[in-house]
């Protein structure tokens, strides 16, 4: 398997009222193609800053971040741009869309902007709503986003991060904002596109979002404390093992 | 609390804050300037022409012996209280020359006059009365001094007759008979031993010399009666009518009134727009407050003591700036007269505190939301969640649109309420632009020319001519005098055919009313060549044709009957036609070719037409204009364009004021674009910031809000352009009455109204929408992460 996303020493430094704040502390790490990594850690340890960092959402300060052999701290915003549109996909806490759009014509506005998909508006509408279809959100597609629920609208930001086939899809804490069944979901989704060979890294609190996950980066302070491996899962009963080990391991980490 | 939500806002919302205290300047500003001007305008006329002591009515004799006719006459009636003559020499610009003997440039006829012997009051630039001249000096009405750049200690020559005076001028007055832009005439004043000078010229004394009686009455009608008996006059008028000839400044003041009212409502609605985004950005905040406790009443003043606080400073400033911006506009006019203002700075005061308190019941009024709001509601950010309403009718599938134009497009369809500031602000704006460009396109065209006469190649405006007309004793005279001009530019190669206007004085009675009204015939031009708005032409000796104002006065109508007195003989006359003219002010009867007139009652020949016989293009036509000038030495030979800008005289002004409305409304949309813009940013933070995660380019996000505003934009403006055509003839059409013409064809040049001026709103708002939205730069793609 291919690596995807490596980060070599990465940094991010923020100075508030010149004060120096060393958020990433020379992190490593790689992430091979069809995996699905969750990072951990508790608040204020860096996952959101180690995750916008290396979609190249957020500047770095030093180190590097090489994404399909590119090093994306050496890129300008326009070639950014064109990455995250092409090649990325994001979904974050809050299902954020835009109001004046219905819930299709949201998912597939990043591949009518997209240079790379080559296709015809029709096809775009199709595919759009096939991903929804598979999401089970087709009965949306022509709702305003206000008449939606949050889990629905999720699913509807999964299926944007989606559009333009990217290579790796960057949630954060992506059931964070959503009830429980509605988070499940969402995680099941995310799974399921993950078995289909999309490559998903994600920050969350929960552990049995970390759990669906193939591995888990534990970030303390800066940089990552631990590392915990998990096979794919299989079926409910070891979902429920899998949360209770990594449960264990969380606490040893300092949960 | 109070004071740490309205720093937070004042200083969160800096550059809102600050267009917005912007428009509270510039609103309170010009309707404290713009009542100002109004009350000292309406009340001015009057002030001036009382400080003048100018009567009740004015009456000017000229022409061979003409003086001494009007006292006996005025002495015997009754009607007359008091009246006031002063003699006067009656000119041309070939009487005044600069010191090298080159041309001056004069209007209309001029007249020369010893200040001894004047009864009216003048006055200087500073507003006080001129009582003496020294000899060898001249003080000069009018914009003689300004139109050939002519300052104070400049010589000029002055020939009447055999009688040559170097003059030095000592500077100018003001004359509140002949000063008004619709007379327009030039007095000389001067020394009354050089006045001696001139009148020791016998052919002066016998043929230039003329009065001018000021008349005190209760009876203006009566006056009319009594006063058509004396032979000779050349003008008479009342004291309304006077006062009718400073409408053109009127209309000034009351153009820049309408456009304070415009930019009060432009005002109110970008105030509207702004309290409720401020109000629908702070729903949470305002949560909060209702569910700690806070009463609405509490709430809503927060956002009334911020417009208070606004309306206050705003309201000092325009104040303050409204007296030297009041004091810019009257220039023009006050340049002419002597304005009374005692109560100037009350009225300022008495709008700015009106506009304040428009503003704070305004924004009371804005705040009421507040009320209807739920503690619950307003913490979701005012989304109730109820809202069913079909979006997006417009989809990004059917189209292949770019996502920019997409966006843009599918947000003005989707709310348009959100764009109505921008659309009715522009909308208002570029209408009234458009209405003033419609209207000084009618005056430079030669659509008004039919008003004056009827359509020629070209006009000379020899201010000589009536004089020169009464010369040739009949009509058999005036027709050699016609064929001489003919022949000679025909000797020049230009074959032409030359006729004239010719307006008399006659004494007009109907139903026991007799007035001294202007009688037109025509020498060379039939009758049935002029247009009229209804029945036939008059084409015998007893017919005629009159104009509505004449109607009014005689109380006649088209079959009546009215008995005109032609001098050699009395004939009633019946009425066949209406038409309408701008000359007289519309008090003009047309006579028939086969009417007695009678060369001694010739009272103005202001134009020879010109009309060449082998069918010139226009750009031969402006050549021999310059051919014909040099042949006349005369420099007023103009074509129907020229000459309709020459009657109308209030063109330039026109012009003046209509670049000053597009000047506002560039502010305006650049103020307008800039506030909504950094409200719309603000309110789309976050959707940028998410479009700019998912991997749009700033470029892209700028082309999306600039267009919005362009679409919007373009909208207004040509809404404005179609609702120009119809809303000119309404608001435009009384101006033109008030003058004389009641049924005006407007000029509407397409390539203004629906391309240059929509073009340069629509550049206007693209460039300041761009620039504005360059903000959306400093978006930071990772604050889709921060979203609230």
């Known amino acids: ?255 | 609390m109070y004071l740490s939500i309205l720093k937070k806002d004042l200083k969160r919302k800096k550059t809102m804050n600050v267009v917005l205290l912007m428009f509270i300047i510039l609103a309170v500003m010009f309707v404290a300037s713009g009542l100002n001007n109004v009350m000292t305008v309406i009340n001015g006329t009057d002030y001036y022409l009382d400080k003048a002591d100018i009567g009740d009515y004015v009456i000017i004799t000229m022409g061979d012996d003409s003086t001494g006719n009007a006292a006996p006459i005025l002495d015997k009636a009754e009607c007359v209280k008091s009246y006031k003559i002063e003699s006067s020499i009656f000119g041309s610009q070939d009487n005044v020359r600069m010191i090298d003997g080159t041309d001056t440039e004069t209007k209309n006829i001029t007249l020369f006059q010893s200040i001894s012997d004047t009864k009216l009051k003048f006055f200087d630039v500073n507003n006080e009365p001129v009582t003496e001249i020294k000899q060898g000096e001249v003080m000069v009405a009018g914009d003689f001094i300004k139109n050939n750049d002519f300052k104070a200690g400049d010589y000029i020559r002055i020939k009447l007759g055999d009688v040559q005076l170097d003059l030095k001028i000592a500077g100018k007055v003001k004359d509140a008979f002949l000063g008004s832009r619709f007379m327009g005439n030039t007095r000389f004043l001067l020394n009354q031993s050089d006045y001696d000078k001139f009148m020791s010229d016998e052919s002066i004394k016998a043929h230039y010399q003329g009065e001018i009686a000021y008349i005190e009455t209760d009876d203006v009608s009566a006056v009319k009666n009594a006063i058509s008996d004396i032979p000779g006059v050349a003008f008479d008028g009342t004291r309304d009518m006077l006062k009718m000839c400073y409408v053109m400044d009127m209309i000034v003041a009351f153009i820049v009134l309408i456009l304070s009212i415009c930019l009060i409502v432009v005002s109110f609605v970008v105030l509207r727009f702004s309290i409720g985004f401020t109000i629908a950005e702070e729903y949470r905040e305002i949560g909060v407050m209702k569910a700690i406790g806070l009463k609405n009443r509490k709430i809503r003043g927060l956002y009334i003591v911020k417009y208070m606080i606004m309306s206050t400073v705003g309201g000092i400033i325009g104040l303050f700036a409204s007296i030297p911006f009041g004091k810019m506009l009257l220039m023009s006019v006050s340049e002419n007269m002597v304005l009374g203002n005692t109560a100037g700075i009350l009225i300022n005061i008495i709008s700015t505190v009106g506009t304040m308190a428009l503003i704070l019941l305004f924004s009371y009024s804005c705040t009421g939301k507040v009320k209807k709001l739920t503690p619950i509601d307003a913490i979701r950010s005012g989304q109730t969640g109820e809202r069913f309403r079909k979006k997006g009718f417009f989809r990004i599938g059917k189209t292949n649109a770019k996502p920019a134009v997409y966006m843009a497009v599918n947000d003005i369809l989707s709310a348009p309420k959100r764009f109505m500031t921008v659309i009715i602000s522009f909308f208002i704006c570029t209408l009234f632009v458009l209405m003033l460009v419609n209207t000084v396109a009618t005056m430079k065209s030669p659509n008004l020319i039919t008003t004056f006469g009827t359509e020629s190649d070209l006009y000379i405006t020899d201010v000589d001519s009536a004089m020169t007309i009464k010369n040739t004793g009949n009509k058999e005279g005036v027709k050699k005098e016609l064929k001489r001009i003919s022949d000679e530019i025909t000797a020049k190669g230009m074959p032409c055919e030359v006729s004239v206007d010719i307006q008399y004085k006659y004494k007009v009675t109907s139903n026991e009313k007799a007035c001294s009204i202007s009688c037109a015939q025509s020498v060379g031009i039939g009758t049935d060549e002029y247009e009229y708005s209804e029945g036939t032409a008059p084409k015998y000796k007893n017919e005629i044709a009159i104009t509505p104002q004449v109607s009014e006065m005689l109380d006649a109508k088209i079959g009546d009957t009215v008995t005109i007195d032609f001098g050699t003989e009395k004939v009633d006359c019946v009425i066949t036609a209406y038409f309408q003219t701008m000359n007289q002010m519309g008090e003009l009867i047309r006579l028939s070719d086969e009417a007695p007139t009678d060369m001694s009652f010739v009272s103005v020949a202001r134009q020879y037409q010109v009309d060449f016989t082998d069918n010139p293009s226009a750009e031969e036509i402006e050549n021999r204009k310059e051919r014909i000038q040099k042949l006349y030495d005369n420099l007023d030979v103009m074509t129907a364009t020229e000459y309709c800008i020459d009657c109308v005289s209030v063109v330039p002004t026109m012009e003046a004021v209509q670049y000053l409305l597009l000047a506002i409304t560039v502010i305006v949309v650049i103020l307008v674009t800039i506030l909504v813009e950094r409200s719309f940013i603000s309110d789309e933070h976050s959707q940028i910031a998410i479009l700019k995660a998912i991997g749009f380019r700033s470029g892209t996000i700028i082309k999306w809000h600039t267009l919005r505003f362009g679409i919007a934009a373009l909208a207004a403006a040509i809404l404005a352009a179609i609702a120009s055509i119809p809303m000119t003839e309404l608001c435009i059409s009384p101006i033109f009455g008030m003058m004389g013409a009641n049924d005006i064809d407007f000029n509407i040049d397409p390539l203004q109204i629906f391309l240059i001026y929509p073009l340069v709103v629509f550049a206007v708002t693209i460039i300041t929408a761009c620039i504005t939205s360059l903000y959306t730069k400093t978006i930071k793609t990772s604050e889709a992460t921060n979203i609230e």
């Open chain 1, 1 to 255: 398997m291919s690596t995807v996303l490596t980060a070599k020493d990465l940094c991010k430094t923020y100075i508030v009222n010149k004060r120096q704040n060393n958020v990433l502390k020379n992190v490593n790490f790689s992430i091979d193609e069809g995996e699905m990594v969750a990072i951990m850690g508790p608040s204020g340890s860096g996952k959101s800053t180690l995750l916008y960092a290396v979609s190249g959402m957020d500047s770095i300060t030093a180190g590097e971040v090489d994404f399909s052999g590119r090093n994306i701290a050496k890129m300008d915003e326009k070639k950014l741009a064109e990455l995250r549109l092409d090649e990325m996909g994001f979904i974050f806490q809050q299902m954020y869309m835009l109001k004046n759009l219905t819930v299709l014509d949201n998912i597939i506005l990043p591949s009518c902007q997209s240079k790379k998909i080559k296709e015809t508006r029709k096809e775009t509408v199709q595919r759009g709503e096939a991903l929804m279809r598979k999401l089970n959100i087709i009965d949306i597609a022509d709702n305003d986003i206000t008449e939606v629920s949050g889990g629905q609208l999720q699913r509807a930001c999964i299926c944007r991060s989606m559009i333009n086939n990217p290579k790796i899809i960057f949630a954060d804490e992506p059931t964070g904002a959503l009830n429980r069944s509605s988070s499940d979901e969402v995680m099941e989704e995310l799974s399921k596109l993950n078995n289909d060979g999309t490559t998903i890294m994600l920050v969350t609190h929960d552990v049995k979002v970390a759990a669906k996950c193939t591995r888990v980066l534990y970030i303390v302070d800066g940089n990552i404390k631990g590392e915990y491996n998990i096979s794919k899962c299989e079926n409910a009963s070891q979902i429920r093992e899998r949360e209770r080990v990594l449960n264990n391991w969380l606490m040893e980490m300092g949960w």
